[in-house]
């Protein structure tokens, strides 16, 4: 009888022992998954404060008030005019708030308004028309070398 009990007592050892190495053997497992996860995660956290740094560095003020110097005469930039500002008020109305148009679509496919008609033939002959050659920009002059002043030469 002592040798079948110990026998069985083996037996769960055994068990219990499979049990626990399985379960340590997915703790790590997911112990190197959370450390991969966090090694992404500061990758990305990397790269999100790099691409801040080059935001500040292209938007600085001086950096671009050379390049509106240099490409003044392609872009012609002017300054906003304090007119060209509006307040919330003078903003044109929801898309909700919008009268709804007298002719539908069903009206549109059967040709009924004669205005659509017509928009419509005015469409099709600006499509016929050849369409327009597209500009090529002009070659540049020799390009000015920008000084950031952080080396003394």
Do not use: C
């Amino acid at each position: 009888m002592l040798r079948s009990f110990d026998l069985v007592l083996i037996g769960v050892m055994t068990a219990a022992a499979v049990v626990t190495y399985s379960i340590k053997h997915r703790a790590d497992e997911k112990l190197s998954e959370v450390r991969r996860l966090e090694s992404e995660i500061k990758l990305e956290k990397d790269t999100i404060d790099l691409l801040k740094a080059d935001w500040a560095l292209l938007t600085q003020p001086n950096r671009l008030h050379r390049l509106i110097n240099v490409y003044n005469t392609e872009l012609a930039l002017a300054p906003t005019e304090t007119t060209q500002l509006a307040m919330p008020k003078e903003l044109p109305m929801p898309k909700a708030r919008l009268p709804q148009p007298e002719t539908t679509i069903e009206d549109i496919i059967a040709g009924k308004n004669s205005e659509v008609a017509a928009a419509l033939k005015g469409v099709a002959a600006a499509k016929a028309k050849p369409a327009p050659k597209i500009p090529v920009p002009l070659r540049r002059g020799p390009v000015e070398v920008i000084s950031t002043g952080s080396v003394k030469r």
